[in-house]
């Protein structure tokens, strides 16, 4: 009775994985309908990514399952505004102090900008973050920082200010002003940064680490370690 169940099992894991196929980047195609679970020293936080982003969706499932952000400090925090790690270089930094690339460590690679109308800079959301236009005229992303906005709430007027002198007289849909005004965002950064997801459960982590007191302008570091434990792929609930 023992041989005939034990030479149906290599049959079985073949069956398993043509359901589930690796794909050329190393993910499985199943892996694109998982959240990303992020747990840090401060609590855990819950990420879905964007089918609409798809570049940006797959590098960011890849690193987490190779480990990446692993041990990774949250190397930038701005109050009222956004916190940002995925900096490999501040695995052995220390808070309150320089990164040894002043924060701008990476894979050495970018990941092309992916600009969708539907993803904004809501209370929330997560994006890459990048170099300036100066030295990155297509906006491309960086291969591994990103940030989760904490944002703010903005009255009509705010809204209107930003239109001009942020966006350059491009308008903020009528849907997103209304987010935007009651849970709030970072409009100004709309089109200009790639949102890719965004945060599912844990918004009260992410306001936790935002309140931690910092080295202030220009490099906004935290005066205590707030590191990333480990990010793994989970079910979707």
Known sequence: MIRPILRLIPALLILA??????????????????????????????????????????????????GYYDSLLFHRVIRGFM????????????????????????????????????LFHKRGALAAARTGDDVNPTKASSGSQFYIVQGRQFAEAGLD?????????????????AVYASIGGAPHLDQNYTVFGEVVSGMEVVDSIAAVPTSGRPLDRPLKEVRILKMKLVKRK
Do not use: W
């Open 83 to 118: 916190i940002q790690s995925g900096d490999p270089d501040s695995k052995e930094g220390h808070p309150g102090k320089p990164l040894s690339q002043g924060g701008s460590g990476g894979p050495g690679y970018t990941v092309p900008a992916e600009f969708r109308p539907g």
């Open 161 to 177: 200010s930003i239109e001009t002198f942020r966006l350059r007289g491009r308008k903020i849909p009528q849907d997103q002003r």
């Open 17 to 66: 994985a043509s359901c589930n196929p690796r794909l050329s980047n190393g993910l499985r195609k199943k892996d694109r309908s998982r959240d990303v679970e992020m747990i840090t020293s401060m609590g855990t936080v819950v990420l879905r990514l964007s089918d609409s982003t798809p570049m940006h969706r797959d590098n960011f499932l890849m690193l987490v399952k190779r």
